[in-house]
C-alpha cells in the first residue's frame, strides 16, 4: 500500500485483505437476460403495431371488397322503396308461336328521382310501342321466363328510351299467354 493509504486508516487497522467477490455467475446473468427479454418483447410489440396498422391501411379500414350482387341471395338487405309508373295500361299483341299476350307493365324509378315521371310522361307512346314490339318478337319458351324478361326491358328501355331517368325495377300486374284463336 502506499504511504497516503496507511495515513489514513487509523492504529491497529489492519487494510482489508478479505476474499474479494467475483462478479459473474448466476447473479449477473439475470439482470442481462432480463434487459434482452424486454428487448424482445418491445421488438415484437412494435412489429404487431405497425403490421396491424399496415394492414388497415391497406384494407381502407377493414372494409370488405365484394359486395354479394345475387337477387337470391337471402342476406341481401331490403329492396328500397320505388316510385311507379303505371300509365302504360294493357298492352294486347301477337306473339310467336301463334300465342296471344296480354300484360299491364309499371315501371320503378327512384323516389328522389324528379325528372323521372315527367320524361315517362312524355315517352307514354314510344313505351306502349316498345312494349308491344318486344312481346311481339318473343316465342312461348322466351315467355316462360318473367324475371329474364323484366331485365331485358329495364336495359332496353333505359338504354334505347330514356334519356335523364333510371327504370330501377318492373312489375307485371297482369301477365297472360295464351294460344290466338
Known amino acids: 500500500m502506499s504511504d497516503a493509504n496507511l495515513d489514513d486508516m487509523e492504529e491497529g487497522e489492519a487494510p482489508e485483505a478479505g476474499p474479494k467477490k467475483k ?8 439482470p442481462t437476460l432480463l434487459k434482452f427479454a424486454a428487448i424482445g418483447i418491445g421488438a415484437l410489440l412494435f ?8 394492414y388497415n391501411i391497406m384494407n381502407d379500414g377493414g372494409k370488405t371488397q365484394t359486395n354479394v350482387t345475387d ?10 322503396i320505388f316510385s311507379w309508373y303505371t300509365d302504360i295500361g294493357t298492352i294486347t299483341t301477337r306473339a310467336q308461336d301463334n300465342l296471344s299476350v296480354s300484360v299491364v307493365v ?21 313505351l306502349q310501342d316498345f312494349m308491344r314490339q318486344y312481346f311481339a318478337r318473343k316465342s312461348a319458351d322466351e ?17 334505347r328510351l330514356l334519356e335523364n331517368a333510371r327504370i330501377r325495377d318492373i312489375t307485371f300486374t297482369k301477365f297472360d299467354v295464351m294460344e290466338a284463336f
Open 23 to 30: 462478479k459473474g455467475g448466476l447473479g449477473a446473468l439475470l
Open 143 to 159: 315467355l316462360q321466363n318473367e324475371e329474364k324478361l323484366k331485365t331485358e326491358i329495364k336495359e332496353q328501355i333505359n338504354k
Open 106 to 126: 309499371n315501371l320503378g324509378y327512384d323516389q328522389a328521382d324528379t325528372v323521372a315521371y315527367s320524361e315517362l310522361s312524355g315517352r307514354k307512346l314510344e
Open 71 to 80: 337477387p337470391q341471395s337471402p342476406y341481401i338487405g331490403r329492396k328500397p
Open 47 to 54: 412489429i404487431v403495431t405497425v403490421s396491424v396498422i399496415t
